[in-house]
T-cell receptor
Framework: SAVISQKPSRDICQRGTSLTIQCQVD?????MFWYRQQPGQSLTLIAT?????????ESGFVIDKFPISRPNLTFSTLTVSNMSPEDSSIYLC????????FGPGTRLTVL | GNSVTQMEGPVTLSEEAFLTINCTYT??????LFWYVQYPGEGLQLLLK?????DKGSNKGFEATYRKETTSFHLEKGSVQVSDSAVYFC????????????FGTGTQLKVEL
């Protein structure tokens, strides 16, 4: 099974700033996913990130707001840009390795 | 589109009680179905899964059967423990969908002595 780490584990940010979340996997994986879990809500897929190609965004999410990088098969970043309090969520990285594994999440609070 | 509906929580049970958390889904074709668990302060973990109709997924005493006729995947455990206290998420990935997961809203379970 894949082991996934995320940095930071949590952060408190000011409105209008940006935060980049890192996701590191202990093995090479083709598909990586970014999810958002808003307070009291379920998980929602933001985008799929494959190495060597542009990320594919789900409806309601755009690259300008959530730029994603995938420089290699073990690493990805998600940036939350120009943050507002509505962006306060847990952001989770996940990978497909026979089944789907999730990172521990990054808890973001925007003031 | 695909959707997952699960019973709202929180659910509070006494230790050794029987647990059922209902989950129904809407999807075309034959999706794969999952239960994920999120223990306090930890990440999301796969609990069990079923990939075709009538399959039963099981793990740690939990079971769920893929019922296509009722589009359901209810989670059950015969005797819960305090350590089972967590949030449980039902999810599906569509047929040939590249493993994009659609989640239910989650059900918080609290088990008391």
């Amino acid at each position: 099974s894949a082991v996934i780490s995320q940095k930071p584990s949590r952060d408190i940010c000011q409105r209008g700033t940006s935060l980049t979340i890192q996701c590191q996997v202990d093995s090479q994986v083709t598909m990586m996913f970014w999810y958002r879990q808003q307070p009291g809500q379920s998980l929602t897929l933001i985008a799929t990130a494959n190495q060597g190609s542009e990320a594919t965004y789900e409806s309601g999410f755009v690259i300008d707001k959530f730029p994603i990088s995938r420089p290699n098969l073990t690493f990805s970043t998600l940036t939350v840009s120009n943050m507002s309090p509505e962006d306060s969520s847990i952001y989770l990285c996940s990978v497909e390795d026979i089944t789907t594994f999730f990172g521990p999440g990054t808890r973001l609070t925007v003031l | 589109g695909n959707s997952v509906t699960q019973m709202e929580g929180p659910v509070t049970l006494s230790e050794e009680a029987f647990l059922t958390i209902n989950c129904t889904y809407t999807a075309t074709g034959y999706p794969s179905l999952f239960w994920y668990v999120q223990y306090p302060g930890e990440g999301l973990q796969l609990l069990l899964k079923a990939t075709k109709a009538d399959d039963k997924g099981s793990n740690k005493g939990f079971e769920a059967t893929y019922r296509k006729e009722t589009t359901s995947f209810h989670l059950e455990k015969g005797s819960v423990q305090v350590s089972d206290s967590a949030v449980y998420f039902c999810a599906l990935s569509p047929t040939g969908g590249g493993n994009k997961l659609t989640f239910g809203t989650g059900t918080q379970l609290k088990v008391e002595l």
